[in-house]
């Protein structure tokens, strides 16, 4: 695997464990702030800190064109805007187990999104892959409650998560067009803070002065830990993911995010792991080597190595 492609991998790696672990800590935070408050507390702190490094340590990289800004404002819509939306709303309705399997898809969305728009072209086992590891999310969650059995409410809310799926995959094709510009660090950055600003009115109709005033400790520490371990870093880790590999590569590795939970989960909620959780684990990780594994080098016309779009 090309040295670029590896550091890609472990940077996308990194979110994945980094966004499981903020799977953990929001349950223990909306026991005490409201979702649409949490997310606003969470990017708005995270956009803020990322804002304030580049100001300190590299402040040429806050320069963007005008021209870009409705761009940036797009993306931070996407996904930090109207994907915690539609991701709350949705965990209001149906059980978290159903919630993450649908979230599960998102691989999928993105190979279709990218194959439309010609950004890449998978090869079979790639295809496999994406299969493989929603396979392994669905034994892992298979023995929480995940039930089968769907009322009109957990369909509306199974909507809603599959939508949040398709936000992230619109987010994976549609970044690399302001990363061919700015470093990803600064897209993250202008992305996260426009993206909350929008959000920032539904949030202060659902109380948000009043919950701040409120704040305990615990719950401060465990903002700071969603915004800037969960937010900045996380976010930017996988936005500078899409700088080495496809959309469809990085995005395979959000499912990680429910095996990274439930590890947390047993660690400190106190919860489970069985032999179906390892089974799951190791279709996940299967999963993620048949899409990111590299193509073998073919010789061209000349003897030079060529790659088809998509396995970089």
Same mark, same amino acid.
Request: aromatic content about 8%; charged content about 10%.
């Given at each position: 695997?090309?040295?670029?492609?590896?550091?890609?991998?472990?940077?996308?790696?990194?979110?994945?464990?980094?966004?499981?672990?903020?799977?953990?800590?929001?349950?223990?935070?909306?026991?005490?702030?409201?979702?649409?408050?949490?997310?606003?507390?969470?990017?708005?702190?995270? $956009?803020? *800190? %990322? /804002? &304030?490094?580049?100001?300190?340590?590299?402040?040429? =990289?806050?320069? @963007? #064109?005008?021209? +870009?800004?409705?761009?940036?404002?797009?993306?931070?819509?996407?996904?930090?805007?109207?994907?915690?939306?539609?991701?709350?709303?949705?965990?209001?309705?149906?059980?978290?187990?159903?919630?993450?399997?649908?979230?599960?898809?998102?691989?999928?969305?993105?190979?279709?999104?990218?194959?439309?728009?010609?950004?890449?072209?998978?090869?079979?086992?790639?295809?496999?892959?994406?299969?493989?590891?929603?396979?392994?999310?669905?034994?892992?969650?298979?023995?929480?409650?995940?039930?089968?059995?769907?009322?009109?409410?957990?369909?509306?809310?199974?909507?809603?998560?599959?939508?949040?799926?398709?936000?992230?995959?619109?987010?994976?094709?549609?970044?690399?067009?302001?990363?061919?510009?700015?470093?990803?660090?600064?897209?993250?950055?202008?992305?996260?803070?426009? $993206?909350? *600003? %929008? /959000? &920032?009115?539904?949030?202060?109709?659902?109380?948000? =002065?009043?919950? @701040? #005033?409120?704040? +305990?400790?615990?719950?401060?520490?465990?903002?700071?830990?969603?915004?800037?371990?969960?937010?900045?870093?996380?976010?930017?880790?996988?936005?500078?993911?899409?700088?080495?590999?496809?959309?469809?590569?990085?995005?395979?590795?959000?499912?990680?995010?429910?095996?990274?939970?439930?590890?947390?989960?047993?660690?400190?909620?106190?919860?489970?792991?069985?032999?179906?959780?390892?089974?799951?684990?190791?279709?996940?990780?299967?999963?993620?080597?048949?899409?990111?594994?590299?193509?073998?080098?073919?010789?061209?016309?000349?003897?030079?190595?060529?790659?088809?779009?998509?396995?970089?």
């Amino acid at each position: 695997m090309r040295s670029a492609a590896l550091v890609g991998n472990g940077a996308a790696l990194s979110a994945a464990v980094l966004f499981g672990a903020s799977v953990v800590a929001t349950r223990i935070a909306v026991r005490e702030i409201p979702p649409l408050s949490l997310a606003v507390l969470r990017f708005g702190a995270g $956009g803020a *800190l %990322l /804002l &304030l490094c580049l100001l300190a340590v590299a402040p040429g =990289l806050l320069r @963007v #064109a005008w021209r +870009d800004v409705p761009f940036l404002l797009l993306l931070g819509a996407i996904l930090f805007s109207v994907f915690p939306l539609t991701f709350n709303a949705g965990l209001q309705l149906t059980p978290a187990s159903r919630g993450a399997l649908m979230l599960a898809t998102m691989p999928l969305w993105s190979a279709v999104l990218a194959h439309a728009t010609r950004r890449e072209r998978l090869r079979v086992r790639q295809v496999g892959g994406i299969v493989l590891t929603f396979v392994g999310v669905g034994i892992v969650l298979a023995e929480q409650d995940l039930t089968w059995e769907a009322t009109g409410r957990m369909l509306a809310g199974d909507g809603l998560m599959l939508l949040t799926a398709v936000c992230g995959a619109v987010y994976s094709v549609l970044a690399p067009r302001a990363l061919s510009r700015y470093r990803a660090v600064t897209v993250t950055a202008y992305a996260m803070v426009l $993206g909350t *600003l %929008l /959000l &920032l009115p539904a949030a202060i109709g659902e109380g948000l =002065l009043g919950i @701040v #005033a409120r704040l +305990d400790e615990t719950a401060i520490v465990l903002v700071l830990f969603l915004g800037i371990v969960g937010g900045a870093l996380g976010y930017s880790l996988i936005t500078f993911a899409l700088t080495r590999l496809t959309p469809t590569q990085v995005v395979v590795y959000i499912n990680f995010n429910p095996i990274v939970a439930a590890v947390f989960a047993a660690i400190l909620l106190d919860e489970r792991l069985t032999e179906a959780f390892v089974a799951g684990l190791g279709a996940v990780i299967g999963g993620v080597l048949l899409v990111n594994w590299p193509a073998r080098r073919a010789p061209g016309p000349e003897g030079l190595a060529v790659f088809p779009v998509g396995d970089a």
